[in-house]
């Protein structure tokens, strides 16, 4: 299994960022994904789910409303759409699949 993430970045309060996440070593259409995050002192936590087919969605109370999760089997990819990030948004951002994380990619939000 392998998962790469990337789309992290700096932006201020109130701002949109599109993570992705490609991945490969596995097929990718069976399985549900999961994006998480890990903020600093704090530990890795759920953010969103999607199923593998239907596309059914389950977020984390803290983004419901603000982030939105797509996938396209066809290119191996799951996404996470945030706007109206706020600074406790700031984490480190990883896709999950089979007990496996990427290498997660930085979302700093701030003035």
């Known amino acids: 299994v392998q998962l790469v993430e990337s789309g992290g970045g700096l932006v201020q309060p109130g701002g949109s960022l599109r993570l992705s996440c490609a991945a490969s070593?596995?097929?990718?259409?069976?399985?549900?994904m999961t994006w998480y995050r890990q903020a600093p002192g704090k530990e890795r936590e759920p953010v969103a789910t999607?199923?593998?087919?239907?596309?059914?969605?389950n977020y984390a109370d803290s983004v419901k409303g603000r982030f939105t999760i797509s996938r396209d089997n066809a290119k191996n990819t799951v996404y996470l759409q945030m706007n109206s990030l706020k600074p406790e948004d700031t984490a480190v951002y990883y896709c999950?699949?089979?007990?496996?994380w990427g290498q997660g990619t930085q979302v700093t939000v701030s003035s």
């Open positions: 999950g699949v089979l007990g496996n």
């Open positions: 999607i199923s593998p087919t239907r596309g059914v969605t």
């Open positions: 070593g596995f097929t990718f259409s069976n399985y549900g």
